[in-house]
């Protein structure tokens, strides 16, 4: 079965702090594809990283940086000195690509508010 | 990547009445989805909304409640049938492309229902 846990269910910061939001996941798939969306208070769900389950390299954007490590089935977000902009709900979430039409199975989110 | 719309973008219905949710995108598409996220939950996958056919359902949605059409490559509805409380949600319309496996979500319909 496939699933996406996501056990911080909020994590408060204060600006500049940097932080990390865990996720991890449970696929009898060998080819999969993980994501990491945000939703600020707004509502609207942004797109932020999608990750392949054969590229196992970290990424880096900006203050943002993703650590993959598929023996331990972990997708992880770090937010380096974060800011009050970063103030969100982050959603992980895996899709288990072309077996089931590319839908998303995504976990519960952590809510971060970013404190001034 | 896509630009996807929503109309309406909220709204405030009576129980027992009906919604359809309108979701247009700029591109053709492979892939259209419905997602509802009920308050302070993470998004569910409704139905995946198929071009020229009827729309597959997950468990625990049913056709009868959620009715969906897709009559072209940019465009589907959702109907929201016979409203409770409980369906007091956002839904958010979402697209994908098969080949690289990206989907981006529309900005999302926040119903309230009385």
């Given at each position: 079965a496939q699933k996406v846990t996501q056990a911080q269910t909020e994590i408060s910061v204060v600006e500049k702090e940097d932080v990390t939001l865990d996720c991890v996941y449970e696929t009898r798939d060998t080819t999969y594809y993980l994501f990491w969306y945000k939703q600020p208070p707004s509502g609207e769900l942004v797109f932020l990283i999608r990750r392949n389950s054969f590229d196992e390299q970290n990424e880096i954007s900006g203050r943002y940086s993703w650590n993959f490590q598929k023996s331990t089935s972990s997708f992880n977000f770090t937010i380096t000195?974060?800011?009050?902009?970063?103030s969100a709900v982050y959603f992980c979430a895996l899709s288990e690509a072309y077996n089931q039409g590319g839908k998303l199975i995504f976990g519960q989110g952590t809510e971060l508010p970013v404190k001034p | 990547s896509a630009v996807i719309s929503q109309k309406p973008s909220r709204d405030i219905c009576q129980r027992g009445t009906s919604l359809t949710i309108q979701c247009q995108v700029d591109s053709q598409v492979t892939m259209m989805f419905w997602y509802r996220q009920q308050p302070g939950q993470s998004l569910t996958l409704i139905a995946t909304a198929n071009q020229g056919s009827e729309a597959t359902y997950e468990s625990g949605f049913v056709i009868d409640k959620f009715p969906i059409s897709r009559p072209n490559l940019t465009f589907s509805t959702l109907t929201v049938s016979?409203?409770?409380?409980?369906?007091s949600s956002i839904y958010l319309c979402s697209v994908g492309d098969r080949s690289y496996n990206e989907q981006f979500f529309g900005p999302g319909t926040r119903l309230t229902v009385l």
């Open positions: 000195a974060s800011q009050v902009v970063d | 016979n409203m409770s409380p409980e369906d």
